[in-house]
Nanobody
Framework: QVQLVESGGGLVQAGGSLRLSCAAS????????MGWFRQAAGKERDFVAA????????PYADSVKGRFTISRDGAKNTVYLQMNSLKPEDTAVYYC?????????????????WGPGTQVTVSS
């Protein structure tokens, strides 16, 4: 089993940047496909980005394409989400998740392990 902890959230003005980190313990993250999801207040949890074990497959939600970049560092056992050109509508709790099998999908229900989340607030 792997334990995930997100960090790097905070308050930022529109147009600014943040880098979220997802650190793992218990097992090597390279065993898993990884995903980032977000949930705004009163809304469902939405897919943001994912990355395959090899790093070669990185699907993104249309709403973040060209602004967000997902990456992984095997040596640090960490996955990152670089968020640029942030908008107020990006405000949400951001979660990282790990998936054992298959491919890095956009479906939250297919991920096996989740972190507790980190709040991102973008002011206008």
């Amino acid at each position: 089993q792997v334990q995930l902890v997100e960090s790097g959230g905070g308050l930022v003005q529109a147009g600014g940047s943040l880098r979220l980190s997802c650190a793992a313990s218990g097992r090597m993250l390279m065993r898993y496909h990884m995903g980032w999801f977000r949930q705004a207040a009163g809304k469902e949890r939405d897919f943001v980005a994912a990355i395959s074990r090899s790093g070669g497959d990185t699907p993104y939600a249309d709403s973040v394409k060209g602004r967000f970049t997902i990456s992984r560092d095997g040596a640090k056992n960490t996955v990152y989400l670089q968020m640029n050109s942030l908008k107020p509508e990006d405000t949400a709790v951001y979660y990282c998740a790990a998936k054992n099998f298959g491919i890095p999908t956009m479906r939250a229900g297919e991920y096996d392990y989740w972190g507790p989340g980190t709040q991102v607030t973008v002011s206008s």
